[in-house]
């Protein structure tokens, strides 16, 4: 993938104008002379993240645009997002490009979100990416402005190839269209987001519908239903169960493999939930796992064995909702993860299962590895917060794997009969 941006540099918002190729599937980027895109046209780009904002290789998002005028001139030409199947992927125009710097594996993402996908949920599709970016205004050089392997994800959004909920248009204020569908989220807050604090102290963002497109009537309405959701879980006498309020087979499915990540942000960060009309309230899309699977060195998310979600954290960090601790020590949802453990370690996450499928990531992204590193000469050093340093990419997958076996081994132990 290929973007120049004239001499415009990316920030952190708002998007910046870049022309954009994609080239062959399978081609080595830095040789791209003579080659014709399979896709060619513009896109509006910009950083994101936010522990990956400090870091020397940026993680970026971009729409996918084409002029509103053709027959604009030049300055006046404005531009709007258009859908766009990029290598395959369902066509869409909100993407998200993953290049981790922190994950030397580069495939933790990944491979939680195809595990995930393999349980049964949705979760972002991908495709490896080696990434060209010209923002000096200066010609292209495939060499000096080469960044590396990326994974082009689906960002997160709702969309009847991603997060399948209905769309809440302004006059959707009664039942039963107010039901749904919404997209919630714990996690960093941003400028202009529209947060709501529930009766517990939880601060949940709404993800969808955005807020300036959200009415009073639905924020009240999914805000009401969030804090019943809660009261059921934390009250002595709820007035209703919280099997009525949640779809609980999708709380034991995140559950279970965020622990089995340990993924630090798994239950206080990146936490995406969502609703659909006339349904219950579901867990997930699951996100970001670079700092998981051992790949922490703080709160003892580097250690195989204890529960991440009862991992004591200091006072100036963000804590997971109360309601987890509820629901973990809620002897019904305790039985569903031992029934649900004890079925996928006999399918998706049996150890060569997961080994497996390691391998073949690996080998998808192919040499372009070494061209990864060679951009980026981290491997043998610390980047913070890493708990394993190893002097080459192939150490780095066997501690991944050792290390996943190693955690699902102790889960064994707390969840099998």
Wanted: hydrophobic fraction near 40%; proline fraction near 6%; charged fraction near 30%.
């Amino acid at each position: 993938m290929v973007f120049d941006t004239a001499g415009v540099e990316i920030v952190d918002d708002p998007k910046v104008l870049a022309d954009f190729l994609v080239l062959p599937p399978g081609h080595y980027t830095m040789d791209i002379s003579g080659v014709e895109p399979v896709y060619a046209g513009y896109a509006g780009i910009e950083l994101r993240g936010n522990l990956s904002l400090t870091m020397p290789k940026q993680q970026y998002g971009f729409d996918t645009w084409e002029p509103e005028d053709d027959d604009a001139g030049e300055e006046e030409i404005e531009y709007e997002s258009v859908d766009v199947g990029l290598l395959g992927l369902p066509e869409e125009s909100d993407w998200v490009l993953n290049g981790t710097y922190v994950d030397k594996t580069l495939i933790r993402n990944p491979l939680a979100y195809e595990l995930s996908r393999r349980m049964g949920h949705y979760a972002s599709r991908f495709e490896w990416v080696e990434v060209v970016l010209n923002e000096n205004g200066g010609e292209l050089d495939p060499y000096a402005d080469y960044l590396g392997v990326y994974a082009l994800l689906e960002k997160i959004k709702r969309g009847g190839d991603r997060v399948d909920v209905s769309k809440l248009g302004a006059d959707d204020n009664a039942l039963p269209k107010i039901s749904g569908g919404y997209i919630l989220k714990v996690d960093w807050i941003d400028p202009g987001d529209y947060v709501f604090t529930t009766d517990s102290g939880t601060q949940y963002i709404l993800d969808y519908p955005k807020a300036e497109d959200a009415t009073d009537p639905q924020k009240a309405w999914i805000e009401d239903y969030v804090n019943a959701f809660e009261a059921s879980l934390l009250e002595d006498e709820p007035e209703v169960p919280y099997e009525s309020l949640i779809d609980v087979g999708s709380f034991v499915d995140y559950f279970l493999l965020n622990e089995l990540f340990k993924n630090v942000d798994g239950f206080r960060a990146s936490m995406f939930m969502h609703k659909k009309r006339n349904g219950k309230l579901f867990m997930g899309p699951v996100w970001d796992f670079d700092i998981a699977a051992g790949n922490c060195r703080y709160y003892d998310a580097w250690d195989t064995a204890g529960w991440m979600l009862e991992e004591p954290l200091p006072e100036h960090q963000r804590k997971p909702p109360e309601w987890w601790f509820a629901l973990f020590n809620d002897t019904g949802f305790r039985e569903l993860l031992e029934e649900r453990w004890f079925e996928l370690r006999e399918g998706v996450l049996a150890d060569s299962n997961i080994q497996e499928l390691i391998d073949e990531l690996v080998s998808d992204i192919g040499p372009a590895v070494e061209s990864n590193f060679e951009r980026w000469p981290i491997l043998g050093t610390y980047v913070p917060p890493n708990y394993f340093v190893a002097a080459t990419y192939e150490q780095e997958i066997d501690f991944l794997k050792n290390w996943l076996e190693a955690r699902a081994v102790w889960m064994d132990g707390e969840l099998l009969p």
